[in-house]
């Protein structure tokens, strides 16, 4: 009976201590391109040991859906857009708590398992064995935005366009390429990079940056968050030396701020 007891205490001790741990941690909501999925993920671990008191929620998809979320008072408190215009549209709106700041530029890429996008490059979209060409929503994704920029900047988009298949945000249309549902596709490079693209073995080649406006990826404290320690917390983080070191390695160029 004693051992009981002493069982059913540690329980409701441990309990306790658990439960006041999640009570004293102070939540912040982000919402982030899906591009960055891996990236921030891992750059979000190690924000976490460094600031164990704040519980960080992350969501990923399409700027353009979280754009429409936030302008109809979603309460998230900190952005990680695909591109600059979103956030700096936010800042019109006044639905912002910070400067919008420009953290990474993004890259394009051609990636397939069917062929090998370095023999043609561009060119590797108009074979005759290429059925579908998965690119992201180019309404709501910058990434899929950027990709039709290049088609038209290589004079080949009136060609291909009857072949696309959109993606709601760039993960999904990576996703159509690595399930056999489009035969190759324009893609970010910081998800080709990741452990499980690799394991797919595609192939992939750069997009020429010349071809599109610059991938200038931008975030901002929103209004719900203005004043808010731990985002402005995590808003500076993503400029720390730690953080640029993780958006490199995912092929992103940065230019702290």
Same mark, same amino acid.
């Given at each position: %009976?004693?051992?009981?007891?002493?069982?059913?205490?540690?329980?409701?001790?441990? #309990?306790?201590?658990?439960?006041? *741990?999640?009570?004293?941690?102070?939540?912040?909501?982000?919402? $982030?391109?899906?591009?960055?999925?891996?990236?921030?993920?891992?750059?979000?671990? !190690?924000?976490?040991?460094?600031?164990?008191?704040?519980?960080?929620?992350?969501?990923? /998809?399409?700027?353009?859906?979280?754009? @429409?979320?936030?302008?109809?008072?979603?309460?998230?408190?900190?952005?990680?857009?695909?591109?600059?215009?979103?956030?700096?549209?936010? @800042?019109?709106?006044?639905? =912002?708590?910070?400067?919008?700041? %420009?953290?990474? =530029?993004?890259?394009?890429?051609?990636?397939?398992?069917? *062929?090998?996008?370095?023999?043609?490059?561009?060119?590797? #979209?108009?074979?005759?064995?290429?059925?579908?060409?998965?690119?992201?929503?180019?309404?709501?994704?910058?990434?899929?935005?950027? $990709?039709?920029?290049?088609?038209?900047?290589?004079?080949?988009?009136?060609?291909?366009?009857?072949?696309?298949?959109?993606?709601?945000?760039? *993960?999904?249309?990576?996703?159509?390429?690595?399930?056999?549902?489009?035969?190759?596709?324009?893609?970010?490079?910081?998800? !080709?990079?990741?452990?499980? %693209?690799?394991?797919?073995?595609?192939?992939?080649?750069?997009?020429?940056?010349?071809?599109?406006?610059?991938?200038?990826? /931008?975030?901002?404290?929103?209004?719900?968050?203005?004043?808010?320690?731990?985002?402005?917390?995590?808003?500076?983080?993503?400029?720390?030396?730690?953080?640029?070191?993780?958006?490199?390695?995912? /092929?992103?160029?940065?230019?702290?701020?």
């Amino acid at each position: %009976m004693k051992a009981r007891k002493r069982h059913l205490f540690i329980v409701t001790a441990f #309990l306790l201590l658990t439960f006041g *741990t999640v009570q004293g941690q102070e939540k912040i909501t982000i919402v $982030a391109a899906a591009n960055l999925k891996i990236a921030l993920d891992s750059i979000n671990s !190690v924000f976490k040991i460094q600031n164990p008191g704040i519980n960080t929620q992350i969501t990923y /998809g399409a700027s353009g859906k979280f754009f @429409e979320q936030i302008s109809n008072s979603a309460p998230f408190d900190l952005f990680f857009s695909a591109d600059m215009d979103y956030p700096k549209k936010l @800042e019109e709106k006044k639905l =912002t708590g910070s400067k919008v700041k %420009m953290y990474a =530029t993004g890259k394009l890429v051609i990636w397939s398992k069917k *062929t090998d996008p370095n023999k043609s490059k561009i060119n590797s #979209l108009l074979s005759a064995d290429i059925r579908k060409i998965a690119i992201g929503n180019p309404a709501t994704a910058p990434y899929g935005e950027k $990709a039709v920029e290049s088609l038209k900047f290589y004079k080949i988009y009136d060609k291909v366009k009857s072949k696309l298949v959109f993606g709601e945000n760039i *993960t999904q249309a990576t996703q159509f390429i690595t399930t056999g549902n489009a035969d190759i596709g324009i893609t970010a490079l910081s998800l !080709v990079l990741t452990p499980n %693209m690799k394991k797919e073995g595609g192939r992939y080649y750069i997009i020429p940056q010349k071809s599109h406006t610059p991938l200038e990826q /931008g975030c901002v404290i929103l209004k719900n968050a203005k004043g808010k320690a731990s985002a402005v917390k995590f808003y500076n983080f993503i400029s720390s030396k730690k953080a640029i070191a993780v958006l490199k390695y995912y /092929g992103y160029d940065t230019k702290a701020q």
